[in-house]
Structures are given as C-alpha cells and as structure tokens.
C-alpha cells in the first residue's frame, strides 16, 4: 500500500515557497491516482512548542491552513486534511519513541539547530521544541506511512524517524513502516528564497508572498525583488545567479524557453529588470488568481471547512488507533485486551 503523510506547521498563512516547495507537489500526487491514502496534517501541537504564549495566532493560523489547502486544490474527497491536537494517539506514540532517542541525538538534528539559531532560544530551548522530531516521527508512522513529501531543509527530520522506525523494530520486531522522502524534481523548488534574496522565504524574516496576497500587494513585492546589484543601467550585462526574479521564473514559469532566452538577452544586456518583473508578474498571478478564488469561495462557508476538517480528524483518528494498538501488543502493554 502507498501512503502519503505531509503537512504544514499552522503559524500564518501559507506562502510560495510552501507552494512550489509541496503544495503544488501534493496536489499532483494526489490527482495521480498511484497513492491509496493520503494523509495532510495541520500541525499546530508541533506550532505550539515555540507558540505556546499565543494559542489564538494558532488557533487562528488552522483555519487559514485550511483553507490555503482547499484553495491549491487539496480535495477532501481524496486526501484526508485533519488536525494533529485532536488526534490522541499521536502523543502516546511520541511518548513511547522519545525513550528510544537521546537528548544529544536531538540536540545535533540540523533542522532543529537552525531553528534554535533562527528563534533566538540559546539556552532556553523548550523542552516541547526540542523534541518535536520525535513527535513528528509520530505523526508519519502513525498512519504507516511511506512516502513524506516535504522540502528539502526537513532532510534530517525524515531521517531521524527512520532511525527511530529502525530502534522500535529491532526492540519490538516488525511494527512501523520506515519512510521516504520525496523531493520536488525541480531543484529551485526545494528551498525558495526570500524576496529580498535570503537563503529562504520565511514568516519569520518576512520576506515571503502568501498565497493570499492580494494583486496588489503581489505586485509591490515582486517591484521590490532582490535582482542584480551591479546591473545599474538597462544596457548593463546582468548576472542571473542568485538575481531572486529568475529564480522565481525557473520556478514557476513553464515555458523554460522563454525564462532562457530572457536570461541569455538580461545576460548580455539590454533587458531591463522593469521588463523581467513585469513577466514575473504575469506569471505569478496566473497561478495566484484561481488560487485567490477557491479561497474567497471556501472562506464565505466557514462551517464546511470545519466539517472538512472534522470528518478528517475522525478517520486519521480510526488509522492512528490501528497503529498505536499494533505497537502496544508488541510492547506487552495491551493489557486488557
């Protein structure tokens, strides 16, 4: 059996560099008809471990969640969009797998060190924080999941639950399913910098596009893309590495013979970053558009998106159950049944 577990933290809306970076991939996948279950997750258990002084941004970030997902065209019908708070089971798992895992195991996961560093928690690291790989580890075996589409940067979370898969199994025998990662084929899309040329587009460093912009905000942000310091005048041969506005087009744009003629001509001179972004533009509010009106439809019937989201829950519920039942029995501690 083929399952899908993805998700997304819940502490803002959702923005492009989720977009290329899974949502567009998921959708893919789950129109393909190769997968037999899908499961997409709102995390916000795992967005409280840094958020647990603003449980309304939270609260309020799901429904937007949410709605993001319906908007890119996730359909309930055949992927399962659930809330990870209300799934039990997945803290009783999480609470037998952080036995099999030390604390200087999860100290060294590059991921979480990255955030450490990003969030400024030095030696105040919440505990919740600092163990939420092993939640996560939870959150995919517990539907037996075997392939985890994500980003790139969550590499060493994927990882680290198939070290913990390989512990449980080696204690307690064949219980888990082990994942894989799969990565979108466009390398671009892998980690999506920031408008203003940072590594990565981030809520936190604000330099992102949310799918819920408006065109008119879209537009002031592409206006004020990071490009090419040193093409001054339009006559100036231009330098397309690390320039954000063609790294945007080789994600986005699908016709790759255009983005490269357009490179070659911004290469030698004589195309103007006016002209570029103004493509861009146009590129990205084909896509956005659709986008914008699935999710003004869906935002006017608040009540369906939480039956969605309930009905959901109740079936990742029924799996996750399955799952921590078959783990106990092996553990011996199925005592009553």
């Given at each position: 059996?083929?399952?899908?577990?993805?998700?997304?933290?819940?502490?803002?809306?959702?923005?492009?560099?989720?977009?290329?970076?899974?949502?567009?991939?998921?959708?893919?996948?789950?129109?393909?008809?190769?997968?037999?279950?899908?499961?997409?997750?709102?995390?916000?258990?795992?967005?409280?471990?840094?958020?647990?002084?603003?449980?309304?941004?939270?609260?309020?970030?799901?429904?937007?969640?949410?709605?993001?997902?319906?908007?890119?065209?996730?359909?309930?019908?055949?992927?399962?969009?659930?809330?990870?708070?209300?799934?039990?089971?997945?803290?009783?798992?999480?609470?037998?797998?952080?036995?099999?895992?030390?604390?200087?195991?999860?100290?060294?996961?590059?991921?979480?060190?990255?955030?450490?560093?990003?969030?400024?928690?030095?030696?105040?690291?919440?505990?919740?924080?600092?163990?939420?790989?092993?939640?996560?580890?939870?959150?995919?075996?517990?539907?037996?999941?075997?392939?985890?589409?994500?980003?790139?940067?969550?590499?060493?979370?994927?990882?680290?639950?198939?070290?913990?898969?390989?512990?449980?199994?080696?204690?307690?025998?064949?219980?888990?399913?082990?994942?894989?990662?799969?990565?979108?084929?466009?390398?671009?899309?892998?980690?999506?910098?920031?408008?203003?040329?940072?590594?990565?587009?981030?809520?936190?460093?604000?330099?992102?596009?949310?799918?819920?912009?408006?065109?008119?905000?879209?537009?002031?942000?592409?206006?004020?893309?990071?490009?090419?310091?040193?093409?001054?005048?339009?006559?100036?041969?231009?330098?397309?590495?690390?320039?954000?506005?063609?790294?945007?087009?080789?994600?986005?744009?699908?016709?790759?013979?255009?983005?490269?003629?357009?490179?070659?001509?911004?290469?030698?001179g004589g195309l103007g970053d006016v002209k570029v972004k103004k493509f861009l533009l146009e590129v990205l509010e084909e896509?956005?558009?659709?986008?914008?009106?699935?999710?003004?439809?869906?935002?006017?019937?608040?009540?369906?998106?939480?039956?969605?989201?309930?009905?959901?829950?109740?079936?990742?519920?029924?799996?996750?159950?399955?799952?921590l039942a078959r783990l106990k029995g092996a553990m011996k501690i199925n005592y009553f049944d």
């Amino acid at each position: 059996m083929k399952t899908i577990l993805t998700g997304d933290r819940p502490t803002g809306k959702l923005h492009l560099g989720h977009y290329v970076g899974s949502l567009r991939e998921r959708v893919l996948l789950q129109n393909s008809g190769e997968f037999d279950k899908i499961f997409i997750m709102i995390a916000d258990a795992q967005a409280l471990t840094d958020h647990a002084d603003n449980p309304a941004k939270v609260r309020e970030s799901v429904y937007n969640v949410a709605l993001d997902y319906l908007a890119v065209g996730l359909d309930p019908t055949k992927s399962t969009l659930f809330i990870q708070s209300q799934v039990a089971e997945l803290f009783e798992l999480t609470a037998y797998y952080l036995n099999v895992v030390t604390v200087s195991r999860l100290e060294r996961n590059p991921t979480v060190k990255t955030e450490i560093a990003q969030k400024g928690f030095e030696t105040s690291i919440p505990a919740g924080f600092l163990c939420y790989p092993v939640s996560q580890a939870a959150d995919i075996t517990a539907f037996d999941a075997n392939i985890v589409p994500v980003g790139e940067d969550q590499i060493p979370m994927l990882e680290q639950t198939r070290e913990i898969v390989r512990k449980i199994n080696d204690i307690y025998g064949e219980v888990l399913v082990a994942p894989e990662i799969y990565l979108p084929k466009n390398q671009v899309c892998r980690r999506l910098p920031g408008i203003d040329g940072k590594a990565k587009m981030s809520k936190t460093l604000g330099n992102c596009i949310y799918l819920s912009d408006s065109s008119a905000t879209v537009a002031a942000k592409v206006k004020d893309m990071y490009t090419d310091p040193l093409h001054i005048k339009v006559s100036d041969p231009g330098h397309v590495e690390g320039n954000v506005v063609f790294t945007y087009l080789d994600a986005f744009c699908a016709d790759k013979k255009v983005v490269a003629d357009m490179k070659e001509h911004y290469q030698r001179g004589g195309l103007g970053d006016v002209k570029v972004k103004k493509f861009l533009l146009e590129v990205l509010e084909e896509i956005l558009t659709p986008i914008r009106q699935r999710r003004a439809e869906y935002g006017a019937h608040p009540d369906e998106v939480l039956k969605i989201l309930r009905e959901g829950t109740e079936k990742a519920r029924e799996k996750a159950s399955e799952v921590l039942a078959r783990l106990k029995g092996a553990m011996k501690i199925n005592y009553f049944d």
